[in-house]
C-alpha cells in the first residue's frame, strides 16, 4: 500500500518499506526503475496475488529495480508490490537448502504451516 493510500485507513498489521515496485499495475515511473539504471543488489519484496496467496520474492544475484519490479509485474502478476531492502537481503529455508548469513537482521517475517 503506497504512502497516500495508507493514511486513510488502520491496518492491523503493519511495516514500512518501500518504494512500491508495482502499484495500480504500474512500474513507477522513476529514475531508479527505468531500464537503464545502473544501480544493482540483491533485492527482495512482497505482494499480496490474491487475498490467500502472499508472494515473498528474493533474488539469487543482484538485480535492477526495474527487472526486480519486472518480475513481480509479469512473471507473478501482481498489481501491488513493495519493496523490503536491498544488500541486508537474507532467506532461510530449509526445503530451499538456503541460509543466508548477510547482516545482521531486524525486521523478520516468518510463515507457519
Known amino acids: 500500500m ?5 493514511r486513510n485507513v488502520a491496518p492491523q498489521l503493519a511495516t514500512q518499506s518501500g518504494p512500491m515496485l508495482v502499484h495500480r ?34 533474488s539469487e544475484g543482484e538485480v535492477s529495480f526495474h527487472e526486480f519490479a519486472r518480475f513481480f509485474q509479469g512473471k507473478l502478476g501482481c498489481s501491488e508490490a513493495l519493496y523490503l531492502d536491498g544488500a541486508i537481503s537474507s532467506l532461510y529455508s530449509p526445503q530451499l537448502k538456503r541460509a543466508d548469513d548477510r547482516a545482521i537482521l531486524g525486521p523478520m517475517l516468518g510463515v507457519e504451516q
Open 2 to 6: 503506497a504512502t497516500d493510500d495508507y
Open 25 to 58: 499495475g504500474q512500474i513507477p515511473d522513476i529514475a531508479a526503475f527505468k531500464a537503464a539504471a545502473h544501480s544493482r543488489r540483491v533485492r527482495n519484496g512482497v505482494c499480496a496475488q490474491t487475498p490467500d496467496i502472499v508472494a515473498f520474492v528474493i
